[in-house]
């Protein structure tokens, strides 16, 4: 079997991920990305308490990692305020090096973007598993050792409801984990990704 290293955000899409995907490696660890981000505090927060209940759950959960990188924040015409050009790409980079120096050969994402949407303003070019892909060849190249990127979300058609859902049935306290665009004490509830939750957990009937 093989070893992977989870990115872990803090949010619902990357600690599902990890409770589909986990169970299918012999070895599991997690990545959190601090990149200047306004909401960094109420993020690593959400991670670190993932963590512990990871750490609780599963006894291949080896160790958790706090990474700094920088990604220039863009203001740009036609962009979302929340954009930070190439930064699924920093990660992808960051990731791959330290899996790789770690012993492990995958890298598992949060993904649910199958292909890049046009109409979708937050859907970004690096966050299709064609990017995906694409990225785990040149990183297999150039380190010379063979490493895979993986989206369990997108591999297997998981929309926001089934996220809701899958947490929920894992007993995982969606109020300790962190979606939110803003950077106060609480979710801002008018963000777009409060707002598609706040739409989510009305489907899914949480």
């Given at each position: 079997?093989?070893?992977?290293?989870?990115?872990?955000?803090?949010?619902?899409?990357?600690?599902?991920?990890?409770?589909?995907?986990?169970?299918?490696?012999?070895?599991?660890?997690?990545?959190?990305?601090?990149?200047?981000?306004?909401?960094?505090?109420?993020?690593?927060?959400?991670?670190?308490?993932?963590?512990?209940?990871?750490?609780?759950?599963?006894?291949h959960?080896?160790?958790?990692?706090?990474?700094?990188?920088?990604?220039?924040?863009?203001?740009?015409?036609?962009?979302?305020?929340a954009?930070?050009?190439?930064?699924?790409?920093?990660?992808?980079?960051?990731s791959?090096?330290?899996?790789?120096?770690?012993?492990?050969?995958?890298?598992?994402v949060?993904?649910?973007?199958?292909?890049?949407?046009?109409?979708?303003?937050?859907?970004?070019?690096?966050?299709?598993?064609?990017?995906y892909?694409?990225?785990?060849?040149a990183?297999?190249?150039?380190?010379?050792?063979?490493?895979?990127?993986?989206?369990?979300?997108?591999?297997?058609?998981?929309?926001?409801?089934?996220?809701?859902?899958?947490?929920?049935?894992?007993?995982?306290?969606?109020?300790?984990?962190?979606?939110?665009?803003?950077s106060?004490?609480?979710?801002?509830?008018?963000?777009?990704h409060?707002?598609?939750?706040?739409?989510?957990?009305?489907?899914?009937?949480?």
């Open positions: 079997m093989s070893k992977a290293l989870f990115q872990l955000s803090g949010g619902y899409d990357s600690a599902a991920a990890f409770l589909l995907a986990a169970p299918k490696y012999e070895a599991v660890a997690t990545i959190f990305f601090d990149y200047g981000q306004p909401y960094a505090r109420q993020e690593k927060a959400a991670a670190d308490y993932l963590c512990k209940e990871f750490l609780g759950r599963y006894a959960y080896k160790i958790h990692i706090n990474a700094s990188v920088y990604v220039p924040h863009a203001t740009l015409e036609g962009k979302p305020d954009y930070y050009p190439l930064r699924n790409f920093v990660f992808a980079a960051s791959a090096s330290q899996a790789l120096a770690s012993g492990f050969d995958t890298v598992v949060g993904s649910k973007t199958t292909e890049l949407r046009p109409d979708d303003p937050y859907c970004f070019p690096d966050c299709t598993e064609d990017f892909r694409v990225v785990g060849v990183a297999s190249l150039g380190s010379g050792e063979h490493i895979r990127f993986c989206s369990p979300l997108a591999e297997e058609d998981v929309d926001k409801p089934d996220v809701i859902k899958c947490l929920h049935d894992a007993y995982i306290d969606l109020q300790s984990l962190w979606s939110c665009y803003a106060g004490d609480e979710p801002c509830g008018v963000c777009y409060c707002t598609e939750l706040s739409k989510a957990r009305e489907e899914a009937g949480v």
